[in-house]
Nanobody, 115 residues
């Protein structure tokens, strides 16, 4: 059974940091590129970070570049998203995505940036 389980979301003040984790199982994790997406209320789901299978290549949109860092540990079948200097507009549900032979999605974790 394929599972992507996100954790680490929560409430944080502007300027704060959070680290999201996504634990994968049921598929060959190291054969899959991994991504983090987010979706705010009333908005389209958007890509916020991507990492290649081995982790050498990462990509970010301008909105999070320099503030978010994606990484992965293939030995632990886990991908991370380190978020810093968080802003109100980072509030969203964050989803883990695996892209390879198939595409898999996690259930999401809520991140709320509020004072």
């Amino acid at each position: 059974q394929v599972r992507l389980v996100e954790s680490g979301g929560g409430l944080v003040r502007p300027g704060g940091s959070l680290r999201l984790s996504c634990a994968a199982s049921g598929f060959p994790f190291s054969d899959y590129a991994m991504r983090w997406y987010r979706q705010a209320p009333g908005k389209e789901r958007e890509l916020v970070a991507a990492i290649s299978r081995v982790g050498f290549i990462t990509n970010y949109p301008q909105s999070v570049k320099g503030r978010f860092t994606i990484s992965r540990d293939n030995a632990k079948n886990t991908v991370y998203l380190q978020m810093s200097s968080l802003k109100f507009e980072d509030t969203a549900v964050y989803y883990c995505n695996g892209m390879g032979t198939y595409e898999y999605w996690g259930q999401g974790t809520q991140v709320t940036v509020s004072s």
